[in-house]
């Protein structure tokens, strides 16, 4: 057992904590329980929802802009006629 100390109540226990150098160390994995991974996942998604939302009204204003220059294009000629 590399890294435990058999005189120290650490060594006993095998809970993913290590003793290396007189420092304890927490090998354990990061646990997360239902209700955190769901509360992550809501964030996640309304996030991608805001992200979408601004694609789109970025998208709607590009056309516009795109549709009043071809319609400046087509009543101009006809505005400055006498």
Do not use: Q
């Not at 993913?16 to 994995?29: A, C, E, F, S, W």
């Not at 996640?44 to 998208?59: D, L, P, Q, T, Y």
């Amino acid at each position: 057992m590399h890294g435990k100390n058999l005189g120290s109540i650490y060594g006993i226990m095998d809970d993913g904590l290590t003793v290396k150098d007189g420092r304890l160390i927490n090998n354990r994995p990061n646990c997360k329980n239902g209700i955190e991974k769901a509360a992550e996942l809501r964030k996640a998604i309304k996030r991608a929802e805001k992200i979408e939302m601004i694609s789109e009204g970025v998208a709607l204003g590009d056309m516009k802009a795109e549709m009043r220059e071809e319609g400046m294009g087509m009543i101009m000629p006809f505005r400055f006629k006498k």
